[in-house]
């Protein structure tokens, strides 16, 4: 029989490209199940799964409350933060108080990030500006400050921006659980055969990359937008790590409560349910 191509989308940034390394490279075997990867940023994987486009697709978990009729979390290649995460920047200092009815640059709205950002403070005006923008846009005064993802949380202070909060500091002091901010997510239309298969296939690949992490960080160089190896290697251990190769059961509360809290403050529409393809 030939092939079967699965489609795996997710973003084109250090910390992924190194998860995905091994299968990328074909350093694990696949069976007859040939991967397809698609890049793009996360924001646009948000929207794409919406209509269920790829089969395996890096999502956001405030996303996950709109695409949960279709997808399923698989068990690993979750992005958590262990007291960091997103952060809020700005050109002049600011204290987190007065973000109130400030103009704020977001890198979507179906981020995690704004997510949090909204809990933290619900008050404000925001324009959507691609991830990688945002500096140029707080810089230029096009907004009062600024919604920070990525590497951007290690490199903003060379720009001369200031850090206003720190919405995984925020979370710890909340809830005191790890913040989580993406995940891989699988359609449940595959069957559970397939979807089994397929996890079994991701996790092998994050192991790889972590027992293997000087190779595959040296792969995942060439995704890290002219970052310092060192700051590369400081933010892809960041998001890869134990916590990416299985949710915990304190994981899993923490995906649950951001939900739950994003429903009681009228955020998210429904409540929520997570499901994880087993």
């Known amino acids: 029989m030939p092939a079967m191509e699965i489609t795996v989308a997710h973003s084109p940034d250090s910390d992924d490209a190194f998860m995905f390394y091994a299968l990328a490279t074909n350093k694990i075997k696949t069976g007859d199940i040939r991967f397809r990867h698609v890049l793009s940023d996360i ?6 799964a919406l209509k269920g486009e790829y089969e395996v697709t890096a999502i956001s978990f405030h996303a996950y409350a709109y695409l949960n009729e279709k997808y399923a979390l698989l068990n690993s290649g979750a992005s958590m933060g262990d007291r960091y995460g997103p952060l809020v920047v700005s050109e002049l200092p600011m204290k987190a108080s007065e973000l109130k ?10 981020t995690t990030a704004f997510l949090l950002l909204r809990l933290l403070e619900p008050d404000f005006s925001h324009i959507v500006v691609p991830f990688d923008r945002i500096f140029e846009t707080v810089a230029r005064r096009k907004s009062n400050a600024g919604l920070i993802i990525h590497e951007g949380q290690l490199t903003f202070s060379s720009l001369g921006l200031h850090k206003v909060i720190d919405l ?26 397939l979807i089994a298969q397929i996890s079994a296939i991701l996790r092998k690949s994050i192991e790889y990359a972590l027992g293997h992490r000087e190779e595959a960080l040296n792969y995942a160089m060439q995704f890290a937008r002219n970052m310092e190896a060192e700051v590369a290697d400081k933010f892809v251990g960041m ?40």
């Open 168 to 193: 995984g500091e925020w979370w710890h002091k909340e809830t005191q659980l790890p913040l989580p901010l993406g995940g891989n997510a699988i359609r449940k239309d595959l069957g559970s055969n």
């Open 43 to 48: 924001e646009t994987l948000n929207k794409k």
């Open 239 to 278: 998001y890869v790590n134990d916590r990416t190769l299985a949710y915990g059961e304190t994981e899993r509360k923490a995906v649950q409560l951001l939900l739950d809290m994003g429903h009681a403050k009228k955020i998210i529409e429904r409540p929520v349910k997570i499901e994880f393809a087993e």
């Open 101 to 110: 009815g400030k103009m704020i640059a977001v890198p979507g709205t179906m």
